[in-house]
């Protein structure tokens, strides 16, 4: 069946009785409907009603097909009833796919009082090693999916959450072990593989017998520098807020990175989806400060 609107029509008509009847069932033009009507039989090759111009009596093609469409209809009307239902739940499960910095760090320090609140909302979150690669044109695994990018993917609905600084870092006891000679500093630093790596680059150049250590996890470069080994870039948000970091030029930052929270277009509307973004959001808003830090 080409047209659901056809079987609708036909329904109307036999039910009712009549064209004129039927038609003002459906808030449609009698006119309209005898021609969309005559259409539907013509296509099928059938006479769907037994000789009266006011369609009265079903034929026994008729009757055959009028019984089916309404099995149809009930069916049409269950997914309806269903897909309602599904969308007014505030409860469910919602799929948040991320790296594992923006979870550790600010996922997570959201997630205890969303989880408090809304009872009946369980979270589902799945890290993959995205951080300070371009995930512009990869696919969507999830409901949610909260990444670091200056290019998100345009067929997604998103929603810019704050742009990330990032400034140099290195641990207190590192920076004391120097006695202030920083010309000794030793860098660690982001390597994809790539020659031109999508996360921010150290600025100035360093000499490459001066960067001892080499990752494309930046949770690694983390607890790197945590660990006194050197210093390199963190976001601002990371390093602004551990006691146990130093930044190296205060008041400076090297580079800058959108936050963004995307979704499938078709969900944003999806009472727990909007639940949870409009916390997040306004979550973000309050630490915009620390995560924007300049």
Known sequence: MENWDD?????????????????????LDQSTVSRKLQSFEDRLGLNLFIGSAKRNTLSPSGQRIFEGAARLEKEVEDINQNIAGLSEQQGGTIHIVTTDILSNHLLMSV?????????????????????GKDISNNPLPGDLALYATNTPNEDLFGRKLATATFASYASR??????KGDHNK???LNWDDGTATPTWPRLAPEIPDHMCRLRSDSVATLLESVRFGIGATILPCFIGEQDPTLVRLAPGQTVSQRD???????????VPRIRTFVDFFVQRIKERKGIIESD
């Open 173 to 178: 006891d590192y920076l004391d072990s120097l």
């Open 7 to 27: 079987l609708r029509i036909f329904l109307a008509v036999a039910r009712c009785g009549s064209i004129t009847a039927g038609a003002a069932q459906l808030g």
């Open 185 to 187: 500093i030793v860098w």
């Open 111 to 131: 997630t205890s009082e969303f989880l408090q609140r809304y009872p009946d909302i369980n979270l589902r979150i799945r890290t993959q090693d995205m951080d």
């Open 259 to 269: 936050i963004w929270l995307l979704m499938h277009k078709d969900l944003r509307r």
